[in-house]
């Protein structure tokens, strides 16, 4: 079990794993469309008040691509040997731990909490926050570091296999393409979805 | 199957052959012989490297029989190969 949650790239072909991530991609796309949240960014994600099928699509493509991108020239870095579908199919699988999230702005429960919160936003008005709604949005935002632990867990140990990779350098390399793949993702978001 | 030690577990160093014989006619021969390189390597390496050859040098087929994904064996091997280099070198 650990394995799959945590490792799936030391076990499985890359057949499997490339089914796997581009079936959560189409999943997690249509969720995050049913649901009202963007993955405007790498690391990003929002809940907004209204999206299309193709615009969460081409969010996940645009971060998929960019990840792919730049933990490619890192991993060809570390190791020459370093086959581009590895780095692929590590970026496909890694996101599948936001693809869940969504989930939880079930009757857009999340952007509810979240507009009250921030319509009395003002110290004199705070009080008028219900207890639900800060709840919620505790719940939410302790959830998503969870699941964000999980997803860049699974992208350095996908990051690893693909390049071999052993020691500090690595570590340094993949936490710069990381920054540089949400820097880059959210301008392209930003400027063309 | 008993395993054969490859470094002296007082100081770590690597052992060397002293003494062989004949289990058929009890001959003895004292020496001092250095292991070969493929011994020197853990049991774990030696049962890939024997996968390996089994497997016609296939990292796709030793993957499919071991269960591991072709990156894992790939770099099992390259760090085989690095062990290997280190123990020439010493």
Redesign the interface.
Same mark, same amino acid.
């Given at each position: 079990m650990k394995t799959l949650l945590f490792k799936p790239f030391e076990k499985y072909s890359e057949k499997t794993l490339l089914f796997a991530g581009l079936i959560f991609t189409i999943i997690g796309s249509y969720l995050a469309y049913l649901f009202k949240t963007r993955f405007d960014g790498v690391l990003d994600i929002h809940i907004v008040p209204n999206t299309f099928f193709y615009q969460t699509l081409l969010d996940n493509l645009i971060n998929i691509s960019c990840l792919v991108l730049f933990l490619s020239i890192s991993t060809k870095y570390i190791n020459k040997k370093t086959r581009l579908i590895d780095v692929f199919t590590t970026a496909i699988v890694a996101r599948t731990p936001y693809y869940l999230l969504p989930f939880f702005n079930i009757n857009g429960l999340v952007g509810k909490a979240s507009e009250e919160i921030i319509q009395y936003a003002n110290p004199e008005l705070i009080s008028q926050i219900s207890f639900s709604s800060w709840l919620i949005i505790i719940l939410f935002s302790l959830i998503s570091i969870l699941f964000l632990v999980w997803y860049i867990s699974l992208l350095f140990n996908g990051f690893k296999v693909a390049s071999n990779a052993k020691g500090k350098t690595p570590i340094i390399l993949f936490s710069l393409s990381l920054l540089l793949a949400e820097i880059l993702s959210k301008f392209l978001i930003f400027k063309f979805n | 199957m008993k395993k054969l030690p490859v470094n002296c577990p007082s100081c770590e160093k690597s052992l060397v052959v002293s003494q062989l014989s004949c289990s058929n006619c009890e001959t003895v021969i004292s020496g001092s012989y250095s292991l070969p390189i493929l011994l020197q390597l853990s049991s774990e390496d030696q049962d890939f490297i024997f996968e390996f050859i089994l497997s016609s040098g296939s990292l796709k087929k030793i993957?499919?029989k071991l269960?591991?994904?072709?990156?894992?064996v790939?770099?099992k091997l &390259? &760090?085989i190969i690095e062990r290997i280099s280190q123990l020439q070198k010493s």
């Open positions: - | 993957a499919i269960g591991k994904s072709y990156p894992t790939r770099n &390259d &760090d």
